[in-house]
């Protein structure tokens, strides 16, 4: 279809294009419409990754439902416009999104139980620099490598110049030597 080389078409030109099933189509309602449907979305939908993937759904729903677009009950971005926020509404009340409400992602957790009980780590006060300070020099170099100042364990290796077997070794024994001061 030569029309859809053009970047606007006309609304029936477009519901033409779309009805029979013209694959080019697609980009240009795509271009034409995106915006604003993902405007109606992102205020249902206020989780910006979600609401992409409601916007894809969205458009993937208007290819396959093309042949019930009826021109007598409306505009065609009306039609597309009640896709979207019903698609939307279907996924907020959608047992996965509930769901997902009630789980944390794992990188966000533990910043939200620090946020939450107001925590921060600080050796000093925990008492654990002390018991560090009382092992063997050799462990104690590796741990403050490793734990205090963020080190990798290559990088300690690296540092310490050591084999990374043996760094491993050291930060094991000094963790089992601070298990029994615990004990």
């Known amino acids: 279809m030569t029309a859809l080389k053009k970047l606007t078409l006309t609304e029936p030109e477009l519901v ?3 009805q029979s099933k013209d694959p080019a189509v697609l ?6 419409y995106s915006s604003a449907l993902y405007g109606v ?7 910006t990754e979600l609401a ?5 759904e969205t458009f993937v729903k208007i ?10 009950k409306g505009r065609l971005f009306t039609w ?23 789980n944390q992602d794992i990188e966000n957790n533990v910043s939200f139980v620090d946020e ?33 100042k963020g080190y990798t364990h290559v990088e300690a290796a690296e540092k310490l110049d050591l084999p990374l077997g ?16 615990f004990n």
């Open 116 to 148: 939450q009980n107001k925590v921060t780590f600080n050796p000093d006060v925990m008492g654990v620099k002390q018991l560090v300070e009382n092992l063997k020099p050799d462990l104690q170099s590796v741990l403050n490598l490793v734990y205090y």
């Open 16 to 18: 033409l294009a779309l």
């Open 80 to 102: 597309m416009m009640n896709i979207a926020r019903n698609l939307s509404i279907d996924k907020l009340r959608s047992k996965d999104f509930k769901n997902s409400l009630k």
């Open 52 to 56: 992409e993937d409601v916007l894809q």
């Open 166 to 181: 043996t760094v491993k070794t050291r930060i094991r024994l000094a963790i089992i030597e601070l298990r029994r001061s």
């Open 27 to 32: 980009k240009t309602l795509y271009s034409m």
């Open 63 to 72: 290819w396959q439902s093309a042949t019930h677009y009826d021109n007598t």
């Open 41 to 47: 979305i992102s205020r249902i939908i206020t989780h």
